[in-house]
């Protein structure tokens, strides 16, 4: 694990899109960019509505949806992620970044900082995020296209309880609470 790399805990924040809880998850934490996991968390598809526009009062279950489970690698100019959801209309219409949670939900994740200064790149986010991941090692992580993706699509990279970090201590307890949540 990169040496600037921290396990954290946070809640995001519901009702307004996924992309701007992601945004106040990173100012909160001092984060440049992160490997978090959703896990249970309904979700509304609201579409066309501004971002800073109320959630009605009165929704219709094509409206409404839950995220079972979702890994996401995100920085602030790009996201990718890999999960299961279901639509409450039985739809199967994608899950977007501009798709809300319909209340806040607990996350777990391992989150990078001053990422530039650390690999000496002066690139875009999504470019740096993929030397994040690459100095990571296949540990933690996910192969997917961006946006947000069924499981189907790619492959995401876990550390197992037994896996040792690069100096021989064993996994945190919160590294572990996060493999667990992706196996619910």
């Not at 409206?63 to 489970?69: E, F, K, M, N, P």
């Not at 690459?134 to 946006?147: I, K, M, N, R, Y």
């Not at 037994?162 to 992706?182: F, K, N, Q, V, Y």
Request: net charge neutral.
């Amino acid at each position: 694990m990169p040496p600037d790399a921290r396990f954290f805990e946070d809640i995001l924040d519901g009702y307004v899109p996924l992309r701007i809880s992601l945004r106040q998850c990173f100012a909160r934490n001092g984060m440049d960019a992160a490997f978090l996991v959703i896990t249970q968390a309904p979700v509304l598809h609201l579409p066309g509505r501004a971002p800073d526009a109320p959630v009605p009062l009165r929704l219709g279950d094509e409206v409404s949806g839950l995220i079972r489970r979702l890994a996401v690698i995100t920085s602030h100019s790009s996201t990718s992620g890999l999960g299961e959801w279901r639509w409450q209309d039985g739809a199967r219409r994608a899950l977007s970044e501009d798709d809300r949670l319909a209340e806040p939900a607990f996350v777990r994740g391992l989150g990078w900082c001053r990422m530039a200064a650390r690999t000496g790149e002066d690139t875009g986010h999504t470019t740096q995020v993929k030397t994040c991941w690459t100095v990571a090692g296949q540990d933690w992580g996910l192969s997917a296209p961006p946006g947000l993706s069924p499981l189907s699509k790619g492959t995401v990279h876990l550390a197992t309880p037994r896996h040792l970090p690069s100096d021989g201590t064993p996994l945190p307890p919160i590294a572990r609470a996060l493999i667990e949540d992706w196996h619910l």
